[in-house]
């Protein structure tokens, strides 16, 4: 086969930066971010959509990389790890939220946990009292095998907190 | 006053780079690697017949293919037994690449090397290996029976027979009034990390010098074993662990296969080479732990005083022993826990199986120690009609009985002997937090809402901080930063925060001029790994010990030049003074360039220095004898023996007698590992250790076929525990320094998984009122107990009913 066939070139906007990168077609949007655009913040830890390390932001909606081809996302605009600070920096209250708690231990399946619940906590009306139902709602679909989450839990209740005082 | 740290709950500074995407894990290292992937084995026991390579020959993008025909010298012979013991009377280990057998589904018998990994999978699918199928043992029962062999010259599958006694226990079990026996099954589990395992390597040939970074909990022995085994001279090899992305035991284990082959590879083909494994590779390639049988015969008076008790445990090690069999001694060791066992008698025999070899997983043996221990309490409670808080605290060890002496011998060959502890206090700190007397008033509460409840505990003691040996290197520069280095490893537990609380507190300078490297040889060369609840025992005190090195020799300089006493000056904030006099001061980073001599003006810091420095005295050498240059000390920390922590869980279940889910509502824990460093990371310890307790008693298993295929090896089948399924947990503290180390303290990392699967057991029992001898156990399996009319129903349960209709 020829690479016509076996690859495309894809323009996505990642993290606000319009970017281009040929890729094989069955390459994972996972290994394109992390191999092919060097963005290696979003993890991969199981490579069959259980465990959420590899989410990000596909236009505004976490998704699972590992579950979708880079070609998919021709067009659209993806958003990472990387991408979840303001430009000049500052925290994404997440963020912020997740070292105030200690709600990380090896900080692998984190990107994925901050990608989720900055997703969330960014879609809600931050000036609405925060339900435990939603808290499980946007940490209960990611693993995590070092902080039991009872951490985690707790930081989306400090990063609502902070992001209610702001509004 | 910011430099006294020890102690606080201070912010993790390795977070800052973590949440914003710049860790630096293995896969992130090497994007223009050649990648290798690893054909292997799909039968659980088969010879090898064939290899055929001839059709992944014309892949586009194949640069190397490996088998065992490959390797050469030290690479041909069998992988190493890292700890042998005597009672390990049969050992084995595998290839590198198997060797015409292979003796678990998962074993690698072709490294393929290929410009990237979905090629080096694509060249993988083309090799064809033909097998010949052998007879399969699957789980200790099989391998007790011996219908079939795991490895040929061993018919009865054991691979040792290890063996410790404090007296005569047959004697001692005749003599007692009343004796019980019973026997109890636990199951397989992982640590499954969330990174997997993974090497990247890169030879320099102009250097002859190689660099490898691997996912690993012991970068120094992965080291030597890299020498040794590619016959490299140890200076000439570098091993680094990046960011690690988990551990919990699987990763100390060394050299794996890949960590030994990706370099061989680099060094043969001089390109970067780079294998990172997959979630299915880990679940059938690297390592599994719990599965035993045990059976237990336990005397004791008309109280509940135990007088003996006899343990023999059938312990599944799967194929291979390169781990030794330090399992099955913490399980024969830490069984005990908090009791006084008056005559006490454990034979742990170590058996072969086709399955994924068995090496620590946090707990590490513990977790079954403790479920023998403390199922037999509920036993001797339940036979008595006694409250099962009352029979322990009849057995517990007395804070006055320290140093308790065991009478046996650790993982480490040195004495059992508890250094220290409050074991009723742990028990009376549980009762409250868990609301023991609150029981009953529960259980009918729970009752009229259709729902059964049963409360259960378990009480554990733990050795941690195991030798030999962990050193720590404390550096001051002229600029004021302060380097701090020690070989063991990071996954996770903080190291770079606690560590640099340490130096902080001993030192007298800012945390934040403080930078901590862990678990690279280029930094510090000798080291023991991270393991066993030891890298804040170990390296926090040899850093310590360093520290205050670095502490000595600087009040040493600075008195000199202050002309002061040493015993008068103080170090605070990074600067050196006169105590109660103010303006008599110096600051650290000047007495780091005043203590090398050469001192070229590069900077400001040298500059200045030159104000303070003092003409030596000419017939003296401008470095003393017996000093040297530099403002820094290295130390090593090597104890007498390991320090023993301890802890009390309770659980609170709820079962739904519709769908017999198992609810946990309450947890609580009191834990005690002496002086704590940093309470928020020790609580985040004690968090993450009691999901993966909870986990190893109502979800994890390892469901292996009788072929030996591992049938849920994905995070889909394999049930790791979710937000979902981790209660809330209370925890309450209690501390006794240990009196061994300098800092006091006692390990932290294993403990909060240790009595999961013994208070959640006991807990469903008491729920239930059917006996409960077998964990992991899903809400089918108690289903099927509860419909099974000839399943043992618990004299508790008895009296309740008798009661209830009285």
Redesign the interface.
């Known amino acids: 086969m020829s690479s016509v066939d076996t690859e495309r070139t894809i323009t996505v906007t990642v993290n606000g930066v319009p970017r281009e990168a040929t890729v094989?077609v069955?390459?994972l949007l996972s290994d394109a971010l992390?191999?092919d655009l060097?963005?290696?913040?979003?993890?991969?830890?199981?490579?069959?959509g259980?465990?959420g390390?590899c989410t990000v932001m596909v236009d505004g909606e976490p998704m699972r990389s590992c579950l979708l081809l880079a070609v998919q996302v021709d067009g659209a605009s993806v958003t990472?790890?990387?991408g979840?600070?303001a430009d000049d920096g500052t925290?994404h209250p997440v963020?912020e939220a997740?070292?105030?708690c200690?709600a990380?231990?090896?900080?692998?399946?984190?990107?994925g946990f901050?990608v989720t619940i900055a997703a969330g906590l960014d879609k809600r009306d931050s000036s609405a009292e925060l339900t435990e139902e939603e808290v499980?709602d946007m940490?209960?679909?990611?693993?995590?095998?070092?902080?039991?989450?009872?951490?985690?839990?707790k930081a989306v209740h400090y990063a609502a907190a902070a992001m209610k005082d702001g509004a | 006053m910011t430099t006294k740290l020890f102690g606080e709950p201070v912010r993790r500074r390795e977070d800052a780079r973590l949440i914003v995407g710049k860790g630096r894990y293995l896969d992130d290292i090497g994007h223009t690697a050649l990648a290798a992937a690893f054909v292997r084995s799909p039968h659980a026991h088969a010879r090898i017949v064939d290899i055929d390579v001839e059709g992944a020959l014309d892949v586009e993008g194949l640069v190397a293919i490996y088998t065992y025909e490959d390797l050469t010298g030290p690479m041909a012979e069998p992988l190493p037994v890292l700890i042998p013991h005597p009672q390990l009377h049969a050992p084995r280990t595998g290839y590198a690449l198997a060797n015409g057998e292979v003796n678990h589904v998962g074993e690698p018998v072709v490294m393929v090397v290929a410009t990237d990994r979905y090629v080096a999978e694509d060249i993988c699918d083309r090799i064809v290996v033909t097998y010949e199928e052998l007879p399969v043992v699957v789980g200790v029962d099989a391998a007790r029976e011996a219908a079939a062999a795991v490895h040929a010259e061993i018919p009865d599958n054991v691979a040792a027979r290890h063996h410790q006694q404090t007296a005569d226990v047959p004697a001692a079990l005749a003599s007692s009034p009343r004796t019980l026996s019973f026997t109890q099954y636990i199951e397989r589990s992982a640590c499954t990390p969330m990174e997997g395992k993974g090497v990247h390597a890169k030879w320099d040939a102009d250097d002859r010098s190689l660099r490898v970074y691997t996912s690993t909990q012991a970068s120094t022995s992965v080291r030597a074993a890299i020498a040794a085994k590619l016959e490299l001279s140890l200076d000439t090899v570098e091993v680094i662990a990046p960011d690690v992305g988990g551990g919990f035991g699987v990763k100390i284990v060394h050299p794996w296969p890949e960590e030994l082959l990706v370099p061989l590879a680099a060094i043969a083909l001089g390109q970067e080479v780079k294998w990172a494994e997959d979630r299915r590779e880990h679940f059938i390639s690297s390592a599994h732990e719990r599965q035993q049988r045990q059976e237990i015969t336990v005397g004791y008076d008309d109280e509940g005083r135990i007088t003996a008790l006899d343990v023999h445990i059938w312990h599944d090690n799967g194929a291979y022993t390169p781990y030794g069999i330090i399992v099955p001694i913490v399980t024969a060791t830490q069984l005990v826990g908090p009791y006084v066992i008056p005559a006490y008698r454990v034979i742990v025999e170590s058996v072969y199986t086709n399955t994924v070899i068995v090496t620590p997983y946090r707990g590490a043996g513990r977790p079954q120690g403790c479920y023998a221990m403390e199922r037999t309490m509920d036993r001797i409670a339940d036979d008595l009609g006694l409250d099962r808080a009352l029979v322990r605290e009849r057995n517990l060890i007395q804070p006055s009985q320290f140093p308790y002496d065991h009478h046996l011998t650790f993982q480490d060959g040195r004495p059992v002997i508890y250094d220290s502890g409050d074991f009723p206090g742990l028990l009376d700190k549980l009762r409250a937090l868990v609301g023991w007397s609150e029981a009953d008033r529960l259980r009918d509460e729970a009752a009229s809402r259709g729902r059964l409840l049963g409360v259960g505990m378990a009480l554990y003691v733990e050795g941690t901080g195991p030798g030999p040996y962990e050193g720590g290197h404390v550096q001051v520069l002229g600029s004021g930063k302060v380097l701090v280095s020690t070989g063991l490893t990071s996954q996770g537990q903080g190291h770079e925060t606690a560590f640099a609380q340490i130096v902080a507190s001993e030192l007298g300078v800012p945390i934040e001029d403080i930078e901590v490297t862990t678990g690279d040889t280029r930094r510090f060369a000798y080291a023991v790994g991270t393991f066993a609840s030891r890298a804040a025992v170990m390296s926090g005190n040899a850093i310590a010990l360093a520290a205050r090195g670095v502490k000595e020799k600087a009040l040493r300089i600075a008195a000199d030049v202050l002309e002061a006493d040493p015993s008068d000056l103080e170090i605070s904030e990074g600067v050196v003074q006169v105590k109660g006099t103010p303006g008599a001061s110096i600051p650290l980073s000047t007495v780091a360039v005043l203590s090398n001599p050469l001192r070229y003006a590069f900077d400001e810091a040298a500059k200045q220095a030159t104000q303070f420095a003092r003409p030596g005295s000419d017939d003296k050498p401008p470095v003393a004898v017996g000093d040297a240059p530099g403002l820094e000390h290295r130390d090593y920390y090597s104890p007498i023996r390991s320090t023993f922590a301890s802890g009390a869980h309770a659980a609170i279940v709820e079962i739904d007698p519709a769908t017999w889910e198992i609810d946990v509502v309450k947890y609580a824990v009191v834990h005690d590992c002496g002086n704590v460093v940093n309470p928020m990371i020790v609580e985040g310890q004690v968090h993450g250790g009691v999901a993966q307790g909870v986990g190893g008693a109502l979800y994890e298993r390892m469901a292996y076929d009788k072929d030996g295929q591992l049938q849920n090896a994905s995070f889909m089948d394999f049930l790791m525990p979710y937000a979902s399924e981790v209660p809330d947990i209370d925890i309450d503290h209690q501390q006794t320094p240990s009196p061994l180390n300098p800092l006091g303290i006692k390990g932290a990392g294993e403990a909060g998984v240790i009595p999961g699967t013994a208070a959640i057991a006991s807990a469903i029992e008491d729920a239930v009122g059917r006996r409960i001898a077998a964990m992991p156990i899903s809400p089918t399996e108690l289903y099927d107990l509860m419909r099974d009319d000839s399943s043992e129903r618990t004299a508790t349960a008895q009296r309740r009913e008798a009661g209830a209709m009285a």
Do not use: S, W
């Open positions: 094989p069955r390459r992390r191999h060097g963005l290696t913040g979003t993890h991969v830890g199981c490579e069959h259980v465990c390390a990472t790890v990387e979840l600070a925290l963020q997740f070292r105030e200690h990380l231990q090896c900080g692998f399946c984190t990107p901050l499980d940490v209960g679909g990611n693993l995590c095998r070092c902080t039991g989450y009872a951490n985690i839990k």
